[in-house]
Antibody
Framework: QVQLVESGGGVVQPGRSLRLSCAAS????????MHWVRQAPGKGLNWVAL????????YYADSVKGRFTISRDNSKNTLYLQMNSLRPEDTGVYYC????????????????WGQGTLVTVSS | EIVLTQSPGTLSLSPGERATLSCRAS???????LAWYQQKPGQAPRLLIY???SRATGIPDRFRGSGSGTDFTLTISRLEPEDFAVYYC??????????FGGGTKVESK
C-alpha cells in the first residue's frame, strides 16, 4: 500500500524558515510527479507546488513563488518543501500528494495523500 | 485561473437520502478534467472521482460524478453514515495552478 509520511512541521516565527520532508514507500517514487497541497485551519484545500517525476520541472502557486522551493531526492524516495520568509497566512496542514500517472506532466487528480504535517507561523 | 464555486455550502440530509452537490467553473474545464474528494475530520482527502465521472479504485457505486464544460455534479444515491463529510471538487484541465472549490459539507439532519 502506497505510503507518504510528512515531517518537519512545527511552530515558527514570521520571516523564519522551515523544511518539510515526505518519505514515500511501496511504489516507484521516481516515476511519479508529486505535489504539496495545504489547508489552513478550518478552511479548504490550496495547491502549493508540483515537481515532475525527474525533478526537472517545478511549478508554484503565486502566493509562495520566490519563497518556497520544492525538490526531491529519488535515491532516498523523499520529497521536500523548503519554506523561507514564512508568513502567518502560510499556517496550515501541508500534505504531500502523488499523481496517479507515471512519467506524466503531473497535472492530474491526486490519488494518494499523506496524513499531513502542521505548520504554524506565529510570533 | 479557473475558479470553482461549490454549492450548497452545507447540505443537511438523513441516511438513505440522495445528495446532490454542485461544482461550477468560471470557465470551461478542458477535457472535463475534474475530480471530487471526500474529507473527514482529522483525515486527509480521499479521491472519489476523476475525469468528471470515473470512480477511483475502491469507491462504491453510490458515488456518481457527471457534467462537462462549466457545470459538474457529484451525486450520492443513498447516504450511508460514513458519507457525512466535506466534499471538494478540483480541476486539472487548465494549469497551473490546480484549483479547488471551497467545499460542501454534508451533515446529518
Amino acid at each position: 500500500q502506497v505510503q507518504l509520511v510528512e515531517s518537519g512541521g512545527g511552530v515558527v516565527q514570521p520571516g523564519r524558515s522551515l523544511r518539510l520532508s515526505c518519505a514515500a514507500s511501496e511504489f516507484t517514487f521516481s516515476s511519479y510527479g508529486m505535489h504539496w497541497v495545504r489547508q489552513a485551519p478550518g478552511k479548504g484545500l490550496n495547491w502549493v507546488a508540483l515537481i515532475s517525476y525527474d525533478g526537472k520541472n517545478k511549478y508554484y502557486a503565486d502566493s509562495v513563488k520566490g519563497r518556497f522551493t520544492i525538490s526531491r531526492d529519488n535515491s532516498k524516495n523523499t520529497l521536500y518543501l523548503q519554506m523561507n520568509s514564512l508568513r502567518p497566512e502560510d499556517t496550515g496542514v501541508y500534505y504531500c500528494v502523488r499523481v496517479p500517472a507515471v512519467f506524466s506532466s503531473g497535472w492530474h487528480s491526486l490519488d494518494y495523500w499523506g496524513q499531513g504535517t502542521l505548520v504554524t507561523v506565529s510570533s | 485561473e479557473i475558479v470553482l464555486t461549490q454549492s450548497p455550502g452545507t447540505l443537511s440530509l438523513s441516511p438513505g437520502e440522495r445528495a446532490t452537490l454542485s461544482c461550477r467553473a468560471s470557465q470551461s474545464v478542458p477535457g472535463s478534467f475534474l475530480a471530487w474528494y471526500q474529507q473527514k475530520p482529522g483525515q486527509a482527502p480521499r479521491l472519489l472521482i476523476y475525469g468528471a465521472s470515473s470512480r477511483a479504485t475502491g469507491i462504491p457505486d453510490r458515488f456518481r460524478g457527471s457534467g462537462s464544460g462549466t457545470d459538474f455534479t457529484l451525486t450520492i444515491s443513498r447516504l450511508e453514515p460514513e458519507d457525512f463529510a466535506v466534499y471538494y471538487c478540483q480541476q486539472y484541465g487548465s494549469t497551473p495552478p490546480l484549483t479547488f472549490g471551497g467545499g460542501t459539507k454534508v451533515e446529518s439532519k
